[in-house]
């Protein structure tokens, strides 16, 4: 059996919709022993994020329900849902003071589980039987319904009455902070039903699904890692001594008489002659005696220390990335060693591991699940265990990601937390969805998933933790853009990533964009079709008649057409997209992004200095002895075109040239079609003021 799902309702920031995790099957590690390496990232289930967003929230809920870690409290409920419930209290009971046929919804937290059942399963599955419907008991997978409910509606209602009508002229803050305590002292129930809501008395939910969780940040002090491992080997020895008798016990015991006999001899006597100076023996005397226990004994018998060329460090030397990675394998180790011999998979086995990356420098993070394969594979070496374990990781690492998508080579089983409309919104990936079974510019569906696990291993992991992503096609842009938005006042403060890729293959990136939600500014070039005699003579174009493009972006969201006399000039929006391409600057259509920087500012003394620079010759040509600017204007395909081999030292010496620039008024500005995208990005993010 595993956990194939779990739809979460109303609990904390998760609200009645995208509310639903998807975790991988189950599979046991005892089938892959005798391969050379376990690979565990295609068994991982991954829950990755941004801060605050809802990560943690599924292991806590899973952790309250199969550990009764603590009741369900107000603060457990989503507040946006609470503040609903008050309000239809607030708008039916003037109208209806003594109809008591009205029905008000009162406050219930919903988890739907999902357990996957695999064909041949030798798993007991009698504890589920109730869950199972009669005209489906073929099927793979049930649904256990677990609702926290009121012990009592009636005396909540009547209590909730009695609120609103006793505050009347306190503010809505107060009223709500009041029914929040009202929530706060009411009881509940956790109670079962099956999906056709048939409740279901005596399930225990212990028979069917246990819970390991790890928390990762938790180093205590300079002897958590002895403290691990003190609790790792006395249970070991605990199980040596279940099975091969009480000699060690016996050991204790004798030692405990010979210290007693000794500190008798040396203290015990000569204290107590002491005291019959004072007090009669009878009255007052003490014995002194040896208490070495078991568990005293493995409280204090280990000293961790590390090998560092043939030195032993002491374990407060041991870097803080380190010892919460060795803190996490204490965790698995302990786990490893209680799971039972020669076990058959009766129950629903879970690891959680939260945010494993805290204090490991990034390539400790992209190793981190290999490091947890080579434990496990060493910890069931010679062992007859059958782990039959699901492990779930919650991150906001861009290399922990990456590592699970390379690892693995697939986006499945990656469940992508974020924050929409107030709430906790879930996006499942797969590679199906991610990457369409359709060709999107002309290539297959498997060389279009190959290039994005291979580009996203190199940057874009990071547009799963951003606030806003920006895709550019040059250097130049890109170089440029870190800039502008470092000086914009408004979109400095969210975390925009800036991601380098071509046009064509910027197709592929579409899906996932659209998936995760995140506001996404495409800023690409117009790529007017010229003819070879054009491109020879370098002719500007001023107008679009019978013009066509060979951008493939414009193409698709143009209804496939290449056709511009048909487009509609400088910007496309869809779902969270933004595409901006060149418009007429200066009476010109650019066809590069250096093209309309230039048509922008063909007079600005910085940029003309830049290009005096890099193509003295050129532009002496162009300009003339009379130093005409305008003519930078009349011929900036040209400039653009002789450009084409130098753009990384034109992006770095704009660059320089913007730092160093004492008066920021000298800067040149963007041009027009990327400040209405950075407009757009700054109202998707702030929103409408």
């Not at 050379?36 to 806590?60: F, M, Q, W, Y």
């Not at 029914?179 to 056709?196: Q, R, T």
């Not at 043939?310 to 010892?323: M, V």
């Not at 080579?374 to 590592?403: D, F, G, P, R």
Request: aromatic share 10%; charged share 30%.
């Amino acid at each position: 059996m595993y956990l194939k799902s779990l739809k979460i309702t109303n609990f904390r920031k998760f609200s009645d919709d995208n509310n639903k995790i998807e975790f991988v099957d189950a599979k046991s590690y005892q089938e892959q022993k005798n391969q050379k390496e376990i690979n565990i990232a295609p068994t991982t289930t991954l829950i990755v994020g941004k801060n605050n967003g809802g990560k943690s929230t599924v292991i806590n809920a899973l952790d309250n329900l199969i550990n009764y870690k603590s009741s369900f409290k107000a603060n457990d409920f989503n507040f946006f849902y609470l503040k609903k419930i008050l309000e239809q209290f607030e708008l039916q009971l003037p109208k209806h003071k003594d109809d008591s046929s009205i029905k008000l919804e009162t406050p219930f937290l919903q988890f739907n589980i999902c357990i996957g059942i695999e064909d041949n399963s030798t798993d007991l599955i009698t504890n589920l039987v109730p869950f199972m419907r009669l005209i489906d008991v073929d099927n793979s997978e049930l649904e256990i319904v677990i609702k926290v409910e009121l012990d009592n509606d009636e005396v909540f209602i009547r209590d909730v009455k009695k609120l609103l009508q006793e505050e009347t002229t306190v503010t809505k803050s107060v009223v709500f902070r009041k029914f929040l305590n009202l929530v706060d002292e009411s009881k509940f129930n956790i109670n079962y039903y099956n999906i056709d809501n048939d409740h279901i008395d005596n399930f225990k939910k212990k028979n069917l699904i246990e819970l390991r969780p790890i928390k990762a940040n938790n180093i205590e002090g300079e002897n958590s890692l002895s403290k691990a491992f003190s609790k790792i080997i006395e249970y070991r020895y605990k199980s040596f001594l279940a099975e091969e008798g009480n000699e060690l016990n016996k050991k204790i015991d004798g030692i405990n008489e010979e210290l007693t006999e000794l500190i008798s001899e040396r203290h015990t006597n000569s204290i107590n002659e002491s005291l019959e100076e004072v007090e009669s023996k009878d009255r007052l005397k003490v014995l002194l005696s040896a208490d070495l226990s078991f568990q005293k004994l493995m409280h204090n018998l280990i000293k961790y220390e590390y090998v560092e060329r043939d030195l032993n460090i002491p374990e407060n030397q041991f870097g803080l990335g380190y010892t919460n990675l060795m803190l996490i394998i204490a965790d698995l180790i302990d786990y490893m060693e209680k799971y039972p011999e020669n076990s058959f998979n009766s129950k629903v086995n879970l690891i959680a591991i939260e945010e494993p990356e805290t204090f490991m420098h990034p390539q400790m993070q992209e190793l981190f699940i290999k490091n947890i394969n080579e434990t496990i594979a060493s910890l069931l070496k010679n062992k007859n265990k059958n782990v039959n374990s699901q492990l779930i990781i919650t991150t906001h690492s861009s290399h922990i990601l990456n590592s699970k998508i390379h690892s693995g080579n697939t986006f499945n089983n990656i469940n992508y937390i974020t924050i929409e409309d107030n709430h906790t919104s879930v996006v499942n990936l797969y590679d199906d969805v991610i990457v369409p079974k359709n060709d999107i510019n002309g290539t297959s569906k498997e060389n279009d998933l190959k290039f994005l696990k291979k580009h996203i291993k190199y940057k874009v992991s990071e547009l799963f933790f951003s606030d806003a992503i920006i895709f550019v096609e040059g250097v130049t842009e890109e170089t440029l853009l870190k800039y502008y938005l470092d000086k914009n006042e408004e979109l400095n403060k969210y975390y925009v990533s800036i991601f380098n890729i071509d046009g064509a293959h910027g197709l592929v990136y579409h899906e996932l964009i659209k998936l995760l939600k995140v506001p996404a500014l495409i800023i690409t070039d117009i790529d007017i079709k010229r003819s070879d005699e054009e491109k020879e003579n370098f002719k500007q174009i001023s107008d679009l008649s019978c013009r066509e493009t060979t951008n493939k972006t414009i193409m698709k969201f143009n209804d496939n057409s290449n056709k511009l006399e048909d487009l509609n000039l400088e910007k496309i929006e869809i779902d969270n997209m933004y595409i901006t391409y060149q418009g007429k600057i200066n009476g010109y259509f650019a066809t590069s992004f250096e093209e309309a920087f230039i048509l922008s500012n063909f007079d600005n003394n910085l940029l003309v200095s830049i290009l005096k620079k890099i193509k003295p010759r050129i532009c002496q040509n162009i300009m003339g002895k009379e130093n005409n600017l305008d003519n930078i204007k009349e011929n900036s395909y040209k400039l653009q075109n002789k450009l084409s081999d130098n753009k990384s030292d034109f992006a770095n010496e704009l660059l320089y040239k913007f730092i160093t620039e004492i008066d920021e008024l000298n800067i040149p500005s963007l041009p027009e079609y990327i400040a209405n995208g950075l407009s757009w990005l700054t109202k998707k993010l702030e929103g409408e003021k």
